[in-house]
């Protein structure tokens, strides 16, 4: 006996607004008709119920990207940047880059969902032989939005990828970052980070598929999340027979900023070859409350002091990011969304 399955006026919408959509636009379409919005009952997304929180959304919106143009033939030393706006409403976009063999390239791109969106971003990467990617991915949303983004990523041999998300967090703001990766001299580096008040909500999701043999592969994802607010990392490393010496390292840590602060976090590993080194860890905790009388002690206002600690936290896989300029940008962010928080 089949269910019937009847539609949320936001996957109404959503179908509307992908009406005559072709390739990855056309298969969420099809995803949404025939099963609806991802709910708690789906094991990737147990602590992320999209359905429940686009309930609001009822009519189609508009996703709107600037910085298009810079994707068709990105060469080397190429920085493009990309903002992606959701309006009201249900909305999805995507796009496609390929790194050329030999190239290196930065792609920064600014998430933004306005209040009462339910927006749906993917970018398909290809990082050709010996190229080199740095991505940087900043989730900027309305606390009111709703927010999935997710890109698949291709390494090909000698390619590298350096990732560094920083994300606010909203009513439901999700990353997800799947990555097929061969392994023979390619190398992947995946930081993160989150600080979230009441009411926002942050998942971070990642695959990575290792293939061949001799992959490289670290991944830090920080977090600091307020009494109301709900963080999430799901991170998982598949490594295949044939990825013989693969070397990967997943790491993912959290701060408890108050008693209501909520953090899910399944760190995976799926390993069907026998000569590899890899870990993963996961420690949730609160502030250093020595440091921080240490810090009071020294005239800091317990505020300020709190902020520090937290900042200085959250650095670590800021630092990932290689270009200084765009470093402290981030940095400037984060100290930005601390204020918010005192």
Request: aromatic fraction near 4%.
């Amino acid at each position: 006996m089949t269910a019937i399955l009847t539609h949320t006026p936001a996957e109404t919408a959503l179908i509307e607004a992908l009406e005559g959509a072709t390739g990855w636009r056309a298969q969420l379409r099809e995803a949404t008709r025939k099963d609806g919005l991802p709910t708690r009952r789906h094991e990737l997304w147990k602590w992320s119920d999209l359905r429940r929180a686009a309930n609001d959304v009822s009519a189609p919106g508009e996703l709107s990207v600037s910085g298009l143009a810079g994707l068709a033939s990105a060469v080397d030393g190429d920085r493009i940047e990309l903002t992606v706006t959701a309006s009201p409403g249900a909305s999805a976009g995507d796009a496609a880059l390929v790194i050329p063999a030999g190239a290196s390239v930065t792609l920064v791109e600014r998430l933004c969902g306005e209040a009462g969106a339910l927006g749906n971003w993917h970018l398909d990467i290809t990082i050709e032989a010996g190229a080199r990617l740095d991505r940087i991915v900043v989730a900027d949303h309305h606390e009111d939005a709703v927010f999935v983004g997710s890109a698949e990523i291709n390494l090909h041999e000698d390619a590298s990828l350096n990732q560094t998300m920083f994300d606010n967090g909203a009513r439901l703001s999700r990353n997800e970052t799947h990555i097929h990766h061969p392994g023979q001299g390619a190398s992947v580096a995946l930081g993160g980070a989150y600080i979230l008040g009441a009411g926002r909500h942050a998942d971070s999701t990642t695959v990575v598929h290792h293939t061949g043999p001799g992959c490289q592969t670290r991944q830090l994802v920080k977090g600091a999340v307020a009494s109301g607010g709900h963080g999430v990392f799901q991170g998982k490393f598949i490594v295949d027979r044939a990825a013989q010496q693969t070397d990967a390292r997943m790491t993912h840590r959290a701060l408890m900023l108050g008693e209501k602060a909520e953090i899910d976090a399944k760190p995976e590993l799926e390993i069907y070859a026998d000569d590899v080194q890899c870990a993963h860890g996961n420690a949730l905790g609160t502030l250093d409350e020595t440091a921080l009388f240490y810090m009071r002690q020294r005239g800091l206002p317990e505020a300020k002091a709190r902020a520090l600690l937290i900042e200085s936290y959250l650095a670590e896989p800021l630092d990932m990011v290689r270009d200084e300029t765009l470093r402290e940008t981030l940095k400037s962010v984060l100290r930005t969304r601390l204020e918010a928080l005192a």
